[in-house]
């Protein structure tokens, strides 16, 4: 059995904890990334005898569009799912739902759900430094429950939480630009998940395209991209709360 991660990781905190999962199950690996603007994935096929881990982030409580786009372009074949999602420690609320969704039109057969928290995307400070060695733990935990039905041919679906209709997208109005360090170097708009940057001026940003996933940011040499002071004050402030406390990942097998 094949185990194939097919992940939208922008900032790789989404991959990071997909990666503590995939690796404590004992098979080959194959990689796909779905951040990769410039990939078809209509040509990739999941073998029916393999399994899948399906990984995205949680924006808003939905999942990135781009990620909803491409994935359902890959052929899964009733293959086997394990969905990941990922979120700053807020709340994941209809991501795994939609997710869920999203993978069965696809063609695959979900058999098991994991939420992890990784380090926010915008506000940093909020579960800084996660997934860390107590989450990585607890993934190794969950990776062998995975495995174990996987073994056992287990095609059962669990409940899944999430609401349908899923909650209203938000809209992207968090857009990195360029500081004075920038050297225009244009790595920020080939990485782009969504080719929202122009690679003649990288001062342009289309603002409907754009995502705010914060890849530029993350992926610039020279921490040369940030969000408006103040529009990072006042996410922060309204985070707070919300993200005082410790989350936990979770399980559904």
């Known amino acids: 059995m094949k185990i194939y991660?097919?992940?939208?990781?922008?900032?790789?905190?989404?991959?990071?904890a997909a990666d503590m999962l995939v690796n404590e199950m004992k098979s080959e690996i194959q990689t796909i990334d779905l951040t990769d603007s410039k990939a078809d994935f209509s040509g990739i096929s999941i073998g029916e005898s393999d399994a899948a881990v399906i990984a995205v982030p949680s924006y808003g409580g939905r999942v990135p569009q781009p990620a909803v786009q491409r994935l359902s372009s890959i052929k899964g074949n009733g293959?086997?799912?394990?969905?990941?999602?990922?979120?700053?420690n807020r709340a994941y609320e209809d991501?795994?739902?939609?997710?869920?969704?999203?993978?069965?039109?696809?063609?695959?057969?979900?058999?098991?759900?994991?939420?992890?928290?990784?380090?926010?995307?915008?506000?940093?400070?909020f579960a800084a430094g996660r997934?860390?060695?107590?989450?990585?733990?607890?993934?190794?935990?969950?990776?062998?429950?995975i495995q174990e039905k996987l073994m056992a041919e287990d095609f059962s679906e669990p409940a899944i939480p999430g609401n349908r209709p899923y909650k209203k997208g938000g809209g992207a109005d968090m857009m990195p630009k360029p500081t004075k360090a920038?050297?225009?170097?244009?790595?920020?708009?080939?990485?782009c998940p969504v080719q929202a940057i122009d690679p003649g001026d990288v001062k342009k940003v289309d603002s409907k395209s754009c995502i705010s996933c914060m890849r530029c940011a993350a992926v610039c040499p020279h921490s040369a991209r940030e969000i408006n002071g103040v529009?990072?004050?006042?996410?922060?402030?309204?985070?707070?709360?919300?993200c005082s406390q410790r989350k936990e990942c979770e399980l559904f097998i």
Request: aromatic residues 4%.
């Open 5 to 16: 991660e097919i992940c939208f990781s922008p900032t790789g905190g989404t991959k990071k």
């Open 95 to 125: 991501t795994l739902a939609e997710l869920q969704d999203t993978a069965k039109e696809a063609g695959f057969r979900v058999v098991s759900a994991v939420s992890a928290i990784a380090e926010h995307s915008i506000a940093r400070q």
């Open 131 to 145: 997934p860390d060695a107590q989450d990585q733990s607890t993934l190794r935990e969950f990776a062998d429950k």
């Open 79 to 88: 293959a086997r799912a394990v969905l990941v999602c990922v979120y700053g």
């Open 231 to 242: 529009m990072l004050a006042a996410v922060k402030t309204m985070l707070k709360k919300a």
């Open 182 to 191: 920038c050297v225009k170097c244009g790595l920020c708009a080939e990485k």
